[in-house]
């Protein structure tokens, strides 16, 4: 069974970096898409940020300039570098394999203003 184990969450103050990182288990990691979504308190889930097994990268237009999703398919792990964080980034993050209902417990990401 695939199991997916995101870390790298904290408390940050606004305008630090944080970097999360999911790390995937399965034979698999190299061909599938990867993403990752969070939820904010009291809203629904987003996608915030996804990686195809070739590289193409997609955004939410809110982190475009500001996060990078990268992947290593040795390590089987998809990273998720955050700069300039600000306080709307608050949440839970997680990853899973696009669109698959395969999730991580997920990591909490707060940044105060």
């Given at each position: 069974?695939?199991?997916?184990?995101?870390?790298?969450?904290?408390?940050?103050?606004?305008?630090?970096?944080?970097?999360?990182?999911?790390?995937?288990?399965?034979n698999?990691?190299?061909?599938?898409p990867?993403?990752?979504?969070?939820?904010?308190?009291?809203?629904?889930?987003?996608?915030?940020?996804?990686?195809?097994?070739?590289?193409?990268t997609?955004?939410?237009?809110?982190?475009?300039?500001?996060?990078?999703i990268?992947?290593?398919?040795?390590?089987?792990?998809?990273?998720?570098?955050?700069?300039?964080?600000?306080?709307e980034?608050?949440?839970v993050?997680?990853?899973?394999?696009?669109?698959?209902?395969?999730?991580?417990?997920?990591t909490?990401?707060?940044?105060?203003?």
């Open positions: 069974q695939v199991q997916l184990v995101e870390s790298g969450g904290d408390l940050v103050q606004a305008g630090e970096s944080l970097r999360l990182s999911c790390v995937v288990s399965g698999m990691f190299s061909v599938v990867i993403a990752w979504h969070r939820q904010a308190p009291g809203k629904q889930r987003e996608l915030v940020a996804s990686v195809t097994n070739f590289g193409t997609t955004y939410l237009p809110s982190v475009k300039d500001r996060f990078t990268s992947r290593d398919n040795a390590e089987r792990t998809v990273f998720l570098q955050m700069n300039s964080l600000k306080f980034d608050t949440g993050y997680y990853c899973n394999i696009l669109g698959s209902s395969t999730w991580g417990q997920g909490q990401v707060t940044v105060s203003s």
